[in-house]
């Protein structure tokens, strides 16, 4: 694999799950990271703030900016890119990874619950690719890359979570948009687990998918990969297992959140 040693990586939702570990992987190759993430205080029932993230990054080798943002609001991701800006020089690469979840039905989702989602899901992703965009143009090989499903348009991944599969759809359809409109200039891609991926949300959901889970890390080894590639690979829809094993592993038991469990196929991916 390539190394992201230098590049500036801004990455949303970073304070702890997948974020943290993509963040925590570029560090190990010395990458500057700025966390744009809301948890600046302890919460009682998440790991994580943007302090201990950053603190984590810096022990692996990497530099870090911790920096408190709330993606539903363009004023504070304009500002969180501004303070990148500022610290590191530039941006490299844009990681979209803020996200929120609710499996529901539609009478069981509160319209909060609705409005919470396509803000984040999908409008934070465009509102934070907005802003790093015209930094992204002057860099050298610039990347967005949000954690997004393939556009799948079988009725049964909409008919249990219809508007779950709306906001994610939608962050996908930014990822079409923004790869046809900035070809040859930014390379935008998504990236989706084949598994379910062991996070704190999912822990939430319940403790037996977390035994079916893998870890974070394949996403951040898969992250890494895609990160390394030229801006000419753009436009596509990974899956963490197909692009390492592209990369050449083939031994993926040490991603396994409990160590020879059967793991649950994630959401959207046919068998």
Known sequence: MGTLKGKVLFITGGSRGIGLAVALRAARDGARIAIAAKTSEPHPKLPGTIHSAADEIRKA??????????????????AAVAKTVDAFGGIDVCVNNASAISLTPTLDTPVKTFDLMNQINYRGAWLASRACLPHLLKAANP???????PLNFDPRWFGPHTAYTIAKYNMSLVVLGLAE??????????LWPQTVIATAAIRMLGADLTCQS???????????????KGIDVTGRFF???????????????????????????DLFLDG
Request: net charge negative; charged share 25%; proline share 5%.
């Open 61 to 78: 080798g990497g530099e870090a900016l911790p920096v408190q943002c709330d993606i539903r609001y363009a004023e504070q991701v304009d």
């Open 181 to 190: 409109e900035f070809k040859g200039r930014v390379a935008v891609n998504a």
């Open 239 to 265: 899956i963490d297992e197909a692009v390492l094993r592209d990369e050449g592993v083939r031994d993926f038991g040490s991603y396994a959140y409990v160590p020879g469990a059967t793991l649950r196929r």
């Open 214 to 228: 893998r870890k974070p890390d394949i996403m951040a080894d898969a992250a890494h990969a895609i990160l390394s």
């Open 143 to 149: 990347h967005i890359l949000n954690f997004s499903p």
